[in-house]
């Protein structure tokens, strides 16, 4: 089983301000089968980012993604007020499919 | 307008059994696989299961394996989870999810099992 560790646990941050999400893959993952999520209280998730760094339909540009060997990273350039929510990294290259513990991004 | 929707959620007791079922509508449903994806109370996610476009290959996390059973029906547009043997730590939120990448989620419907 593919384990993915989210870091930090929580950001404090500020609108405006650019948001640094981690998540760590225990073994390789392609780039093609890792995902973001993005889950606001009461909601279901919603996809953001497939195959590591392509948005999803509809999704703003100041939310990126990239891959460096099993470490994977979430950027959110400048925070808007929505974008306080919780995020979760996933892949699903072999069964069983794999969530982050996830993120959770605070007003500061 | 192309969405998911959960039903069949409820109280159950321990060793009680439940089917959930997912309405698929604005797509067509044979053309993806299909996944469960469930939410205990303020914990994150894990996915349960999921299922090819045609239903000849199905899997599922150890956790809920030779209890739980997906299955579609790709003429009514829906899918399901028949889940038996229900224990406490299955309280969740389930989801149904369209394709491997998550792209689309229902809802939700909630699972709680307690006496």
């Known amino acids: 089983e593919i384990v993915l560790t989210q870091s930090p646990g929580t950001l404090s941050l500020s609108p405006g301000e650019r948001a640094t999400l981690s998540c760590r893959a225990s073994q390789s993952v392609s780039s093609t089968y890792l995902t973001w999520y993005q889950q606001k209280p009461g909601q279901a998730p919603r996809l953001l980012i497939y195959?590591?760094?392509s948005r999803a339909t509809g999704i703003p540009d100041r939310f990126s993604g990239s891959r460096s060997g099993t470490d994977f990273t979430l950027t959110i350039s400048r925070l808007e007020p929505e974008d306080f929510a919780v995020y979760y990294c996933?892949?699903?290259?072999?069964?069983?499919?794999?969530f982050g513990q996830g993120t959770k991004v605070e007003i500061k | 307008e192309v969405q998911l929707v959960e039903s069949g959620g409820g109280l159950v007791q321990p060793g009680g059994s439940l089917r959930l079922s997912c309405a698929a509508s604005?797509?067509?449903?044979?053309?993806?696989?299909m996944s469960w994806v469930r939410q205990a109370p303020g914990k994150g996610l894990e996915w349960v299961a999921n299922?090819?476009?045609?239903?000849?290959?199905?899997y599922y996390v150890d956790s809920v394996k030779g209890r739980f059973t997906i299955s579609r029906d790709n003429a009514k547009n829906s899918l399901y989870l028949q889940m038996n043997s229900l224990r406490a730590e299955d309280t969740a939120m389930y989801y149904c999810?369209?394709?491997?990448?998550?792209?689309?989620w229902g809802q939700g419907t909630m699972v709680t099992v307690s006496s």
């Open positions: 299922i090819k476009e045609d239903g000849s290959d199905k």
């Open positions: 999810a369209r394709k491997n990448s998550f792209d689309l």
């Open positions: 195959g590591a760094s």
């Open positions: 604005g797509f067509t449903l044979s053309n993806h696989w």
């Open positions: 996933q892949q699903y290259g072999s069964p069983p499919y794999t």
